[in-house]
């Protein structure tokens, strides 16, 4: 379940990338023009402190084996989803400043310090931003936090963890962080603060360059879940179905773009491994020749790499129903749970996904390699 989440996630943010620069590039030809951003809410982080204890070297907690587990609280059901493989952090003596230092020490991402106040010492614990990024935390009674049911928890919350939420032009947008938040296709911009602003566009080449760094990415990573060892190994259809279906838009001809139809006629082709490469010149000779061309092709393949995508995660795509699923099955225990997980009684390459949606097309019609053929290296 953990790939898929890893998975929905990641569309997310591909898809809230694309939505962001789905919008008129520039003011008028060759100029960059602005975009007016109204930020609503800055992103946080899940931060926790325990009560306050005496010698932070002193004290003890007890020792054993602290497990983290980062991921999101789902906004429907209320329960905690994780999106990476639990994290087991030994712990020693037990005492603050011990397991401060074992938790800094790991790979979690989790920020631990001692603070003092109100008269001792106390155990701070923080996260990083977006809605993402909450975590969870099993193995010691006194540091047990379940971002889902904080009340059960010695620990306190401080705060939780969120995206910001900000609009473009009135429709609004999220983002895990408050750095590089994208903006306009090639313009990101930090925001630190509530408030309007007004944000200068990039030019169309590091526009187009945008487009394609965002594209590269989310294949390359729907490529690596799906292959051996992956997250998604034992059913890739649902991933192939992805991969599929946004290199189908991104190869696409788009007859009412202007005088550039396809990606390839401003410099921009795919490789063998379903991936963008960038003519830097040709793209220059293409702006220089129709910026308005270069403009209106952009625009129209950042709206259908945007629509692609929803159907993968939308509040009934297959992604997210398949975590759901997942979910549902986890909770009773199904045998058929543990079927799919290891791979009996379930094909690779249908089954549940299949029956949630995924594609089971290995058309490579659409202008690129489907990812079956790619994992199997039989497109190289």
Sequence with gaps: MIGYNRLAQLGKSFESDMAALDHPL?????????????VKQLATAQEL???????????SLGSGTLTIEVGTVDPESGAFVPGSDPLSIPIASGS???????????????????VEENGGFSLHLAGDTGAASAFKIT??????????KPDLSYLATVQNATDTLYSLDGEDFTFGSNTDVPVAMGTRVDFSGLGSLSVAKSPLP????????????????????????????KDVNLAAGLFKSLGDAATASYSDAGSFT????????LQPDGTFVVDQKALDAAVAKDPTGVEALINQVSAALSDAMKPYTGSNGSLN?????????????????IDYLTGNGASQQGGLASYLGGEQSTDTSGGQKDLLSYLDGSSA
């Design 26 to 38: 520039q003011a008028a030809p060759g100029a960059a023009g602005s975009v007016a951003v109204e």
């Design 49 to 59: 402190i325990s009560g306050p204890f005496g010698d932070p070297d002193q004290v």
């Design 96 to 114: 603050l400043n011990d397991i401060a230092d074992s938790i800094n020490a790991s790979s979690s991402g989790i920020r631990a310090s001692v």
């Design 139 to 148: 193995g010691m009674a006194e540091l047990d936090y379940d971002p889902a």
């Design 206 to 233: 590091d526009a187009a360059k945008s487009l394609m760094d965002a594209f590269n990415g989310i294949q390359k990573s729907i490529a690596s879940m799906a292959g051996k060892d992956g997250k998604l190994e």
């Design 262 to 269: 396809q990606l390839a006629d401003i410099g921009m082709t």
């Design 321 to 337: 129903s398949q975590v759901s699923l997942l979910s549902a099955l986890m909770m009773h225990n199904g045998p058929s749970l």
